[in-house]
């Protein structure tokens, strides 16, 4: 439908360009280097599995993996053998890198979550998307015969869908390559897993992560989103967007007078996430308590992880001032992510899921203090 043709792609960061148009990948040489030793070997297998936390590059290095493939010519071996390339750079003014841009470049298939006739974004990626690989290998192939296709993110198939990509990994056609990006690459099917090569990426170190906010257009990160992002580019984007660094303060403001909470604070909070057109900050909300709660758990066994925000380390230390005060935060945590998945899932109001949780946390904290 026409319409559906203006929705965002799903594997794009809102605010940020899309992993296409990111010519750069920052904090990953050590994955590209295993990559170009690969190909000048000789030998490429033709399943790379790209895992790590959401945020950090995955879909950029599968574009840039991409891009390189199409444009590089395999080498043969000959005498006049061009010397194997020691980057995966391609200029901006190839043809390929110009096609790729475009979304015009026969030799790649991008397989991703679709959106319904209504417009929905689809929680899985369905067999449905998985048949065009059939098509996609039959078609001939330009660029020296190489065809490249991207799943993101692989994690997220169906069943049905995740066998009928084990079958084309089974049987690739020459010159396939296939590029699975993977969250939560546990999820996936220990057969897929086994015959991908396994390219894990790290969270990105503070230089690296300022320098790709720069590259997507967005200014140095303050200390607040630095931390909170853990090392996400599409985390500290979205916490930037939504105000998680004053959110994140909020939170922790409203514990600073444990054993009794800030009520008054809660309530503004909580009224903030109700309404049509609050549903990002409810989401972000719950995201950030879950990380105030996971961040307790670590002080109690590690000690306050870097301060976020002015006080919480303080804060952090004498509400988990032991492993056992860690633990029972961890417990929380989990019960609490259920409850607030269900309560989403059935459109519970969001203030009283908001309220109800910081109540949980204030009863939890007062056996510590």
Known sequence: MAELATLPPPDQIEGAPHPRETLHLYGHDGAEAAFLQAHASGRLHHGWLICGPRGIGKATLAWRLARFLLATPPNDGGLFATPPPETLDIPEDHPVARRLRAGADGGLLVIR????????????????????????????????GRRVVIVDAADELNPNAANALLKALEEPPAHASLLLIAHQPSRLLPTIRSRCRELRLAPLAPPDLTRALAQAGVSAPSPALAELSGGSVGAAIALEQGG??????????????????????????????????????????????????????????????????????????????????????????????????HGRAVNLDPAALVLDMMLQTETEARAFL
Not at 132 to 140: D, V
Not at 257 to 277: C, E, F, H, N, Y
Not at 307 to 328: I, K, S, Y
């Open 113 to 144: 979550r679709g959106y319904d006739d209504k417009g929905r974004l689809r929680r899985v990626i369905t067999v449905d998307e998985m048949r065009r690989l059939h098509g996609f290998f039959g078609l001939s192939a330009s660029g020296e």
């Open 244 to 341: 998680g660094d004053e959110i994140y303060a909020s939170l922790v403001q409203i514990f600073q007078g444990l054993p009794k909470i800030d009520r008054p604070r809660v309530l503004k909070l909580a009224d903030s996430a109700v309404g049509k057109g609050n549903e990002a900050r409810f989401d972000l909300i719950l995201t950030l308590y879950d990380l105030f709660l996971a961040r307790l758990a670590r002080a109690g066994i590690m000690g306050p992880p870097p301060e976020a925000v002015p006080g919480e380390a303080a804060l952090l230390a004498r509400m988990a001032p032991h492993t056992q005060a860690a633990r029972a935060y961890a417990t929380l945590a989990e019960r609490l992510g259920a409850r607030a998945r």
